[in-house]
């Protein structure tokens, strides 16, 4: 029985910086997004306390990458924790990667999808051609009994997508040399500028409540602008704001997420959150003028996506014996790992406010402080297909 080993990266890099459309049945981007945000709200369980971050759409992308080449109750498992339809969502998961890479969001997305087979196995035309034509995904062969090599060339290649900011993804104790046949690798690189941005000149030293109870001095971005703010309630009844900070594209949107109550840890927020739950604050949230202070961020976090994967019920593919990829390679192959490393850099960076923003600042009013000082999480939304590029929680900038 060989291994297949699957290497998913998803990386959020320099983050500088609602026009939310109402879809009835959940979109694609949505879909996937959803089985992300289960495995995000896996993963933060076990961590309740540390900053987490992941890509919802680049779980799905890995997982979309698999699919044509699983069988069985493999594919079953896949296709029912993506709640894809049967026939083969691949038409509408390429006009997925086409929106969401297109120049118009003006906000630069680049998704990069590739497979790193061993030299000499066979893998199924229509698979390769399958994944070629849904995700521009890029077939390479190296040799994996040289893994030290093999290790250099894919982490070679992440580093190049996204432009630096993951030097590395895998080690070279991942491979083995005998059984490794392919690995599949999936990098998300995002760079938004924000639509209204913070003067550099504003950020201060202030308190922010870690979720471990210590109190940190950290660097805390204000601004007084006009945003989309909400109060969401769970369905036990805890209240909490949703505050939409769009991107100068005005296609992606970074949401905050904060409890209301001072008291109410955000690990009973999280469980409530899903793509239908980050459509419905579109109804609630409203424009208003108000101060916003929130910290400038720095997180990186490496997930071992097994555990929550098979949690949710996608578990034969990890296990030899069980997994059925005969769509992709005669040689029936297993996943031996499947690993996400995602980086998120938040600060000032943004293009000017418009005009039209300025003249509303000057109405007379004493506007609300919105003071972002304990932990919270945040959402990045591609607002035309609801797919969330990202999320995180922080709790300790």
């Known amino acids: 029985m060989r291994h297949l080993s699957l290497l998913c990266l998803s990386v959020l890099v320099t983050l500088y910086g609602l026009e939310g459309v109402l879809s009835q049945a959940p979109s694609y981007g949505e879909r996937g997004s959803d089985l992300g945000i289960q495995v995000f709200q896996q993963v933060v369980r076990a961590k309740p306390l540390e900053n987490v971050v992941?890509?919802?759409?680049?779980?799905?992308?890995?997982?979309?990458?698999?699919l044509p080449g699983a069988h069985g109750e493999t594919r079953k498992q896949i296709l029912s924790g993506l709640r894809y339809k049967k026939n083969g969502p691949y038409?509408?998961?390429?006009?997925?990667?086409?929106?969401?890479?297109?120049?118009?969001n003006q906000d630069l997305v680049l998704i990069a999808n590739a497979m790193f087979s061993q030299q000499g196995f066979?893998?199924?035309?229509?698979?390769v051609a399958t994944n070629k034509a849904n995700f521009q995904c890029e077939s390479k062969s190296l040799d994996f009994s040289h893994p030290n090599v093999a290790a250099d060339e894919i982490n070679e290649w992440v580093n190049n997508k996204t432009k630096g900011h993951i030097p590395s993804?895998?080690?070279?104790?991942?491979?083995?040399?005998?059984?490794?046949r392919l690995v599949s690798v999936n990098a998300i690189y995002f760079k938004g500028l924000w639509k209204s941005r913070f003067q550099p000149e504003n950020t201060k030293m202030r308190p922010f409540n870690g979720g471990n109870g210590n109190v940190y001095k950290v660097p805390m971005m204000s601004q007084l602008s006009v945003f989309n703010i909400g109060v969401a309630t769970t369905p036990q009844g805890l209240k909490y704001k949703v505050i939409e900070l769009p991107y100068h594209g005005n296609t992606i949107s970074m949401l905050i997420v904060l409890p209301s109550e001072e008291?109410?840890?955000?690990?009973?927020?999280?469980?409530?959150?899903?793509?239908?739950t980050v459509q419905s604050w579109t109804t609630l949230m409203h424009m208003r003028k108000v101060r916003l202070l929130i910290p400038r961020f720095t997180a990186d976090a490496e997930v071992d996506l097994e555990a929550p994967l098979s949690a949710l019920g996608i578990t034969d593919m990890f296990r030899e014996g069980k997994a059925d990829f005969r769509h992709l390679s005669a040689e029936p192959v297993?996943?031996?790992?499947?690993?996400?490393?995602?980086?998120?850099?938040?600060?000032?960076?943004?293009?000017?406010?418009?005009?039209a923003t300025t003249a509303i600042l000057l109405a007379r009013s004493s506007p609300p402080w919105v003071t972002v000082d304990r932990p919270f999480l945040f959402l990045i939304r591609h607002n035309p297909t609801g797919t969330i590029l990202f999320m995180g929680q922080i709790n300790q900038p």
Do not use: C, W, Y
């Open 263 to 276: 008291d109410t840890p955000l690990s009973r927020v999280v469980p409530h959150i899903s793509t239908a």
């Open 169 to 180: 993804l895998i080690k070279a104790d991942m491979l083995d040399p005998a059984l490794t």
């Open 334 to 355: 297993h996943v031996s790992k499947a690993l996400q490393k995602a980086k998120i850099v938040v600060n000032e960076d943004g293009t000017k406010a418009a005009a």
């Open 122 to 127: 066979p893998m199924e035309e229509a698979f």
């Open 54 to 66: 992941l890509s919802p759409h680049g779980v799905a992308s890995i997982l979309g990458m698999l």
């Open 91 to 104: 038409k509408m998961l390429r006009k997925l990667h086409k929106t969401l890479t297109a120049k118009s």
